[in-house]
């Protein structure tokens, strides 16, 4: 027995607290800063947004969401990405194609351009949502001030601060970030405990969560009906919704590659950005003006009447908003994945509750953005914490919990909705 004792490996030694305590005031300022530029970036889009999209029609006597104004407005932000993709320094960054939530470090010249090529998109229409290009940001400003101020920090310590902050500032919460990080660590050779390499970045993203709570007010709770006790049908419901949103998503996945090559060949940004826009006007013709933005607005509306809309509109509305997913993803805008993947997710679960009226809205809701999020994010945790805030439900939480099993399966070890330079999908 003591032979045996004497063969296994040392525990990692814990991180004593006078090496933790010096990160906990970096760590704030990484929070606070990052959820203000979360917010100041967003709050200007919405400005925007109002004047494109409610005074200018208004101002020209064009309906707001006619069908000529969606296709103008969105070739024009086309247009507008395009130039500063075109002509301002760093051509606001990497292919966003082949970038995801753990951004590079950017030069300090790319990071005004990737922040007005984000907010006319999110402005402009086209279905994405800020976090992948203000993580990048924030990552940036981070390293480059953090580098300076505190010269002897470890450089990797920046870099995860304002990934953790950003995204406890987009959910409103540390959980998220928590989660994330967890998964990121998990199969890495760590240095002291868990808790001791998480200590710092949880109080970045607990920064970040509150800065953000306290001046905008966010809110992911859709206010659907909570189910009773969860019966077979509801389990059965489940599996089934997850498993198809999953499916679904990945037939995005597999043809995003494919999308993506379609634009390149124009080469030019301002030929790629502007058609790609003209394309994304044309598919939200069809889809109509909740296909449109990055969708946490737009599943508020659909949540708020889940009657509203028929299983046939129900689907219209997903295939649109994946379609304009992958399009403005491939084309070269500048923004993330997860906020317009929960609109389908919500869409598809919807229309399977108009569909089969005993499916109950709020299983069919968590379950397909749950199955959604697994294939376009390919980030377990993410999927499985954003899927059960948009009902706060204990009973929900318990069936996504089984119901991610199928779906992962469907999903892992095939290709990502992200590439590498030379254009091959990530596996």
């Given at each position: 027995m003591a032979q045996d004792t004497e063969q296994q490996a040392p525990a990692a030694p814990a991180t004593p607290a006078r090496v933790l305590l010096p990160l906990i005031l970096p760590a704030l300022v990484v929070g606070v800063g990052a959820s203000l530029i979360f917010v100041?970036?967003?709050?200007?889009?919405?400005?925007?947004?109002?004047?494109?999209?409610?005074?200018?029609?208004?101002?020209?006597?064009?309906?707001?969401?006619?069908?000529?104004?969606?296709?103008?407005?969105?070739?024009?932000?086309?247009?507008?990405?395009?130039?500063?993709?075109?002509?301002?320094?760093?051509?606001?960054?990497?292919?966003?194609?082949?970038?995801?939530?753990?951004?590079?470090?950017?030069?300090?010249?790319?990071?005004?351009?990737?922040?007005?090529?984000?907010?006319?998109?999110?402005?402009?229409?086209?279905?994405?949502?800020?976090?992948?290009?203000?993580?990048?940001?924030?990552?940036?400003?981070?390293?480059?001030?953090?580098?300076?101020?505190?010269?002897?920090?470890?450089?990797?310590?920046?870099?995860?601060?304002?990934?953790?902050?950003?995204?406890?500032?987009?959910?409103?919460?540390?959980?998220?970030?928590?989660?994330?990080?967890?998964?990121?660590?998990?199969?890495?050779?760590?240095?002291?405990?868990?808790?001791?390499?998480?200590?710092?970045?949880?109080?970045?993203?607990?920064?970040?969560?509150?800065?953000?709570?306290?001046?905008?007010?966010?809110?992911?709770?859709?206010?659907?009906?909570?189910?009773?006790?969860?019966?077979?049908?509801?389990?059965?419901?489940?599996?089934?919704?997850?498993?198809?949103?999953?499916?679904?998503?990945?037939?995005?996945v597999y043809a995003f590659p494919y999308v993506h090559g379609a634009f390149a060949r124009l080469r030019h940004p301002m030929l790629v950005l502007p058609a790609g826009g003209l394309v994304l006007g044309l598919l939200a013709a069809l889809g109509g003006q909740l296909t449109l933005f990055k969708g946490l607005d737009e599943i508020g509306e659909l949540a708020s009447d889940p009657e509203g809309w028929s299983a046939g509109q129900f689907a219209t509305m997903t295939v649109v908003k994946l379609a304009a997913l992958l399009v403005a993803a491939s084309c070269g805008f500048r923004g993330g994945r997860i906020f317009p993947a929960v609109f389908v997710g919500t869409a598809f679960g919807l229309g399977a509750h108009a569909l089969v009226p005993a499916v109950h809205p709020s299983v069919g809701v968590a379950a397909g953005v749950l199955g959604m999020l697994l294939a376009i994010t390919r980030q377990g945790w993410v999927s499985l914490f954003t899927a059960a805030v948009l009902v706060a439900s204990p009973v929900i939480l318990a069936l996504l919990c089984i119901a991610s099993l199928p779906a992962w399966l469907l999903v892992t070890g095939r290709p990502q909705m992200q590439l590498r330079k030379d254009g091959s999908p990530v596996v």
């Open positions: 100041g970036v967003s709050a200007a889009a919405e400005e925007l947004q109002d004047v494109l999209w409610r005074n200018l029609p208004d101002a020209l006597g064009v309906g707001r969401y006619s069908v000529l104004w969606m296709l103008v407005m969105l070739t024009a932000t086309g247009v507008a990405v395009g130039l500063v993709v075109w002509k301002v320094p760093g051509h606001a960054g990497p292919d966003p194609a082949t970038t995801g939530l753990d951004a590079p470090v950017l030069p300090p010249a790319v990071l005004p351009g990737l922040v007005l090529a984000t907010g006319l998109m999110l402005a402009g229409g086209p279905s994405l949502g800020p976090e992948n290009p203000i993580i990048a940001v924030n990552v940036g400003l981070a390293f480059w001030l953090g580098s300076r101020v505190l010269p002897r920090a470890p450089g990797r310590l920046w870099p995860m601060l304002a990934e953790a902050a950003t995204i406890g500032a987009l959910f409103g919460t540390p959980v998220a970030a928590a989660l994330v990080i967890s998964e990121a660590l998990a199969g890495k050779q760590l240095k002291g405990a868990l808790w001791d390499n998480v200590f710092a970045p949880l109080v970045a993203a607990a920064a970040g969560a509150l800065t953000t709570t306290l001046v905008a007010h966010p809110t992911f709770d859709l206010h659907l009906p909570v189910p009773g006790r969860p019966g077979w049908g509801d389990l059965l419901a489940a599996l089934v919704i997850a498993s198809l949103a999953a499916l679904l998503g990945m037939a995005a």
